[in-house]
DNA sequence: AGGTACAATGTAACCGTTTACATTGCAGTT
DNA sequence: AACTGCAATGTAAACGGTTACATTGTACCT
């Protein structure tokens, strides 16, 4: 495997100039530089990463840490992360966090064993042993979250207040429901909570009062959805419709109405949101919001590597990056007006 | 941040000892071990792994090559590698072939510039250039692909004989089918191929011919499945099941008869191959093959990790390994008997 | 007591590249 | 001709570990 010594050797010049050569150094001749090239070229030589990283102290390894969890919002997520750190000749590296217990741990290492250039964060919140030690961290990072106000740190999130506000109004005006059950992710997920709270601000502006037992806290999964769906359908006096806080939820409630024997969505509605691959294809298909995923990837890669970049002129303010939503109306809500 | 060096000062010994310490040398007194580790907790202490990498010439990092698709298969995929990947200590690197324009120039600078210890590929098949740059490497790795003869890999895939075989001798022996349509995949790709040839043997075996018009080559996109689709039910004579090599064209099929005002599957019967998330909620829910993704990507990883560890003693011969598939019986098909 | 064997530890080279600093050579100035 | 300044190149240290080899110390044998 050649190196730059033997370039330098058959080059008949000093691996300092080698060097200099295959990093575009304006100090060499361009003489000196396509002879460099060329005999490199010859050798069909590959710089060792790891060894330029390490002198450099620095990697062009960028870390996307994910929850343990297969979603198809990972995959977008990665598929974005990726084409944009590939365009700028980083690699993209996945680390899972496998089931946030470790999540610690991982950051703590990670951070630290000179392996990350960067890295992109997923979290369902910022919380205060998050802060602590990112707060040590030399290396920058961008956070992939909720969007909860926190002024301290560079996030891209989806828009969720926007997204779960249109949806609610869509419900509230354009249908003219009146009676809306809300199924909640987890109540400590940032998402979650930033869409519960729109859903109850596009509630209160309109005048529609929401019972107690209309919100229901889910966590995501397609088993809370039927179960929590279950629930809301038995109760005495049943929502007209049921807006989960995600496709999956969305998806039990379908499962919920079909045991009950209620059809959707004439005798029970039901809304979504992330607009997951499946939900086109429900009987009937389902209403919810879209946001571009892939396109938040690309957004907080870019963001990293402009810090990366301009990691020396600091102190500029931390940005925020909200991905814009969209309402998908399809079929599982009706006009009652 | 501190280093061995640091760590050596503070416990009065030499780097030599730090670095055996903290390897489990079984060359220090327990002692002296205990105290370096003390020390080095003390600092908080964590290995540069660029360093050590370096020094040792090898990478605990595990390069995963895919197909520039976004698709649910990725996602488990890499779910079983890093899983797997996760318990020895290694990181996985989720490399985006870029549209296989690029696969040749990924590899050779991924199989060159030291960054990785091993390799899983994942390729529509193993052709020539292919076998020529692989042939040239030192790093270890692990094939996904088709499952084509081929001796001189190791290769983990999917069972596809099997499972296609057994999806045909359904569709003939329990459903009482005789006019069955196939849609295949790319006839570049190794899956593709199989599926179609096991469809054929099974054909053959039980008396079935298979008009020329009844073989469409599609790409596995839901495009090709309504393209295609759509021919085959043009067909004076057209099929009574139309079997898609994967759900996705399955999925155009249902697309297709849709918009012949065809009902599925008393008009016409549609099966798949993969199993993807939607299959289910289809209406009707899709028959189909299953093959669990995940434990293919675990094997792999599993497989590659062996063989880093038994670097030396080669010459083993190569494993192939077959991920079992399972037949999914729904509701787009029905007896004819 | 002297010698041997081995266990524990230390010394220093090494991995491949970058880069601060040193050196060289040449053009332009006086 | 001597000097200055700068461009091109060279020398060697540095990055943080690992490890071959050297050294030391101690237990045991004769």
Redesign the pocket.
């Known amino acids: 495997?050649p190196?730059?010594?033997e370039i330098?050797r058959k080059a008949?010049?000093?691996?300092?100039?080698?060097?200099?050569a295959?990093?575009d150094?304006?100090?060499?001749?361009p003489?000196?530089?396509k002879m460099v090239l060329k005999i490199a070229d010859e050798l069909n030589?590959?710089?060792?990463i790891?060894?330029?990283n390490?002198?450099?102290?620095t990697s062009n390894i960028i870390g996307l840490i994910l929850p343990d969890i297969t979603d198809e919002f990972f995959s977008e997520l990665i598929k974005g992360v990726d084409e944009v750190t590939y365009q700028h000749n980083y690699f993209t590296m996945v680390i899972s966090s496998h089931r946030y217990l470790q999540l610690e741990n991982t950051l703590n290492s990670v951070l630290r064993n000179?392996l990350l250039g960067g890295l992109i964060l997923l979290v369902p919140n910022i919380g205060k042993n998050l802060k602590q030690i990112l707060s040590q961290t030399k290396i920058p990072f961008v956070i992939i979250s909720g969007g909860m106000h926190t002024t301290d740190y560079d996030v891209v999130s989806v828009d969720n207040y926007q997204g779960a506000y249109d949806m609610t109004i869509y419900l509230i005006k354009k249908c003219g429901y009146k009676k809306i059950a809300h199924i909640s992710g987890p109540s400590e997920n940032d998402d979650a909570k930033i869409r519960v709270k729109a859903f109850k601000d596009a509630c209160r502006e309109n005048d529609i009062t929401i019972p107690n037992n209309f919100l229901a806290e889910g966590d995501f999964t397609r088993e809370a959805g039927v179960r929590l769906g279950m629930e809301l359908l038995n109760l005495k006096n049943k929502p007209e419709v049921i807006f989960a806080a995600n496709d999956m939820m969305a998806l039990g409630c379908y499962d919920a109405a079909a045991k009950k024997g209620l059809s959707i969505p004439d005798d029970i509605a039901v809304v979504g949101f992330d607009n997951i691959f499946v939900s086109q294809y429900l009987n009937p298909p389902l209403t919810t919001v879209s946001a571009q995923i892939e396109d938040e990837g690309k957004k907080a890669a870019e963001l990293l590597i402009e810090k990366i970049k301009n990691k020396n002129s600091s102190g500029n303010q931390p940005k925020k990056i909200k991905i814009a939503t969209e309402l998908v109306i399809r079929h599982s809500t009706k006009s009652i007006k």
Chains 1, 2 share one sequence.
Do not use: Q
């Not at 150094?25 to 001749?29: A, E, M, R, S, Y």
């Not at 030589?45 to 060792?48: A, F």
């Not at 390490?54 to 102290?57: D, I, L, N, Q, S």
């Open positions: 495997m190196n730059i010594k330098a008949k010049v000093s691996v300092a100039t080698v060097s200099r295959l990093n150094d304006p100090k060499v001749t003489e000196t530089k030589y590959r710089p060792n790891v060894a330029r390490f002198a450099k102290k000179g």
